[in-house]
């Protein structure tokens, strides 16, 4: 099958409207970089042109992928390799929970981006649980897996009624979609007066992004919105969600998976690390590590 170059198309800012901007980086996408959505992906270099925008500081990709090549491409996504830190997800799952059961014990819970289940399948403990996952692979392992109710579908869906959930999860998912407004407003409606939205996304404004620069871990071809928290509580706000929790947001994963990510950085660091895990043999544990780089909130609707 020929590989087709990704479709493009420029955009407005997404949070104030505003077509002025200056660029931060460029690095053109790559023949076939759209058709690879994979989650644990470690190909961050050639992620298109990211701008800041000029009036509220918005940074986003632009000219970026047209929904029709997104949708097509994470409807095709599979990735095995997603499942080899099944043990990992499980235990992170079970932390997101925990901070949402901060502020709502139980009820109707729905995740947008279910992917394979594993926050899900963790939070049906308390919760009934719903999920919304566009990959076909993804989503028919959550229903066969785990027994879970993931339907193959984008936020576009009318499934649900207004003032039907008590919380909507969206973990690592925001930074994915051409129209993060218009979906933070769908969840809204989605929500129960009082109910909580709990969201995961990296931050384009830690210490990390700053130093690393062109070279940060959070932009990649699949990525088209880049939150600092500034933005993120003013886009929460206009739709109609009052932030109630804001800190960095931590991971556990195994030694292998960590040094995985260090595969783009200088190579003597890299192998450097390598080294050590397979000399202590450690490749298989696991390890919590919060790079300050990725932000978790809670933000109840009004």
């Not at 590989?3 to 200056?22: A, F, I, K, Y």
């Not at 973990?171 to 809204?188: G, N």
């Not at 500034?230 to 994963?253: P, Q, W």
């Not at 030694?255 to 895990?277: F, S």
């Amino acid at each position: 099958m020929a590989v087709m170059e990704p479709q493009l198309e420029e955009v407005p800012c997404n949070l104030c409207g505003s077509t002025r901007s200056r660029v931060v980086h460029n690095r053109p996408y790559a023949l076939g970089s759209m058709s690879d959505c994979a989650a644990t992906t470690d190909s961050f270099a050639q992620y298109g042109r990211v701008v800041r925008c000029r009036d509220c500081g918005l940074v986003f990709t632009n000219p970026r992928p047209t929904l029709k090549t997104l949708l097509a491409g994470y409807g095709a996504c599979v990735d095995e390799t997603y499942l080899d830190e099944s043990s990992s997800r499980s235990i992170n799952g079970h932390l997101s929970l925990n901070v949402i059961k901060r502020f709502a014990k139980s009820g109707r819970l729905l995740e947008v981006g279910a992917a394979t289940g594993y926050f899900l399948n963790a939070a049906r403990a308390d919760f009934e649980a719903y999920g919304l996952e566009p990959s076909e692979w993804a989503s028919k392992i959550a229903r066969e897996r785990f027994r879970l109710e993931v339907y193959c579908e984008s936020m576009d869906t009318d499934r649900f009624p207004d003032g039907h959930f008590d919380v909507v999860a969206m973990i690592d998912v925001i930074e994915h979609l051409t129209d993060p407004k218009a979906a933070l407003k769908r969840a809204a409606r989605w929500l129960k007066p009082g109910g909580i939205l709990y969201l995961v996304t990296p931050d384009v404004g830690s210490l990390s992004a700053k130093v690393l620069r062109a070279n940060w871990w959070g932009l990649r071809p699949a990525h088209i919105y880049y939150f600092d928290r500034g933005t993120m509580r003013r886009m929460l706000r206009d739709a109609g969600l009052e932030v109630v929790l804001e800190k960095s947001f931590g991971r556990i994963f195994s030694w292998g998976y960590w040094a995985t990510r260090l595969k783009n950085y200088p190579a003597p660091v890299y192998k450097l690390v390598l080294w050590l895990i397979r000399a202590l043999d450690i490749g298989d544990k696991l390890l919590y590590i919060d790079t300050r780089d990725s932000m978790e909130l809670c933000a109840r609707k009004k």
